[in-house]
């Protein structure tokens, strides 16, 4: 059984609107969650990330939101940008086992 | 460039073969990783390495059999392979295993075919 789940795998974007990634996880003992961006033919980069004593983290054109009672969680991307094409996983580690858990990933592409 | 370099970046090997996976890190990290990522599945936790001492094993065949001579390299020895191993197998290494905020990096993977 998934604990994080992307449900869409994949998103189309027109350049300069918002992008808005969605992660859903079901294990109420995480509380550090990450996204990572990861091109072709390269490992996965760490973008962002957010504690779960926070419902919002923000920087430059990234913002991931965290929504706790939902199990929620959200990265927006504006303005998007070509280079932001990617996929993108969001991850969560729980404070027992210090694991990483990562979901499915969504390919962005973000289009002129 | 993250810091850390796996070779070789492809490899197709046969179900009778044995063959091995190289990662290093330039980072001075204590911890490192081997990741495999399967077409439409998650990232899948393998092995963990701190301080050159395996503290996991997410309960991996034994056809796959990590090494970590010293803290800045970890290799993957595979023998007997099945194609359903398949995948890529990423490394990555973090400053400590422990603590929530633990970033990864990770390197470019390698690409196993298994026929």
């Known amino acids: 059984d998934q604990q994080v789940k992307q449900n869409s795998p994949s998103l189309s974007v027109q350049e300069g609107r918002i992008s808005i990634l969605n992660c859903d996880y079901t294990?109420?003992?995480?509380?550090?969650f990450l996204w990572y961006k990861k091109y072709p033919a390269e490992g996965p980069t760490f973008l962002i990330s957010?504690?779960?004593?926070?419902d919002k983290n923000e920087d430059g054109r990234f913002t991931v939101f965290l929504n706790k009672s939902a199990k929620h969680l959200s990265l927006h991307i504006v303005p998007s940008q070509p280079g932001d094409s990617a996929v993108y996983f969001c991850a969560a580690r729980s404070y027992n086992t210090d694991k990483l858990i990562f979901g499915t990933g969504t390919r962005l592409q973000v289009f002129p | 460039e993250t810091g850390v370099t796996q070779t070789p970046r492809h490899l197709v090997m046969g179900m009778t073969n044995k063959k091995s996976l190289k990662c290093e890190q330039h980072l001075g990290h204590n911890a490192m990783y081997w990741y495999k990522q399967s077409a439409k599945k998650p990232l899948e936790l393998m092995f963990v390495y701190s301080l050159e001492e395996r503290v996991e094993n997410n309960s991996v065949p034994s056809r796959f059999s990590p090494e970590c001579p010293n803290s800045s390299h970890l290799f993957l020895h595979l023998h007997t392979l099945q194609p359903e191993d398949s995948a890529l197998y990423l490394c990555?290494?973090?400053?400590?295993?422990?603590?929530?905020?633990?970033?990864?990096?990770f390197g470019s993977g390698t690409q196993l075919s298994v026929l």
């Open positions: 957010i504690s779960s004593i926070k």
């Open positions: 990555a290494s973090s400053q400590d295993h422990s603590g929530a905020a633990e970033k990864l990096f």
């Open positions: 294990n109420s003992m995480f509380d550090y």
